[in-house]
């Protein structure tokens, strides 16, 4: 049986950046921005002060904290796994930061085609 494959992972950078960011006011999530306000960047949100969407994809969980994209957006990007980490500067847009001047940012690196084979076989591809 072959080991899951995350759509999205976290540096230990954005782990501690999460337990700050909870610890100092409770529960958050991100999501996916793809939008001419914020850019590519993960929009970061208390739980439950953004709307999900009925298309939108839950990617997975990060620190405890749940990660969702655009239903358009993941077609796009559905080969590639996020990697949230953290950058220098205050957030844009409507994010919370991810700490004293830091903001939450997100690579990616493309799925091998072995990783796709199991994203394909669970349903996830």
Same mark, same amino acid.
């Given at each position: 049986m072959s080991a899951p494959?995350? @759509?999205?992972?976290? *540096?230990?950078s954005a782990r501690e950046a999460i337990a700050e960011v909870t610890a100092d006011? &409770?529960?958050?999530m991100f999501f996916q921005s793809g939008g001419c306000c914020d &850019?590519?960047?993960?929009?970061?949100?208390r739980d439950g002060e953004f709307t999900i969407g009925n298309h939108d994809v839950r990617l997975g969980t990060v620190g405890g904290s /749940?990660?969702?994209?655009?239903? @358009? $957006?993941?077609e796009a990007w559905?080969? *590639? $796994?996020?990697?949230l980490d953290? &950058? /220098?500067g205050e957030p844009e847009g409507f994010s919370? /930061?991810?700490g004293p001047d830091r903001h939450f940012i997100t690579r990616s690196r493309v799925f091998s085609e072995g990783e796709m084979a199991v994203l394909e076989s669970a349903g996830d591809g």
């Open positions: 494959v995350e @759509r999205i992972v976290a *540096t230990p006011g &409770g529960p958050i &850019g590519s960047l993960p929009i970061c949100f /749940a990660f969702y994209m655009d239903h @358009r $957006q993941f559905k080969h *590639t $796994q996020l990697i953290v &950058g /220098a919370l /930061a991810a």
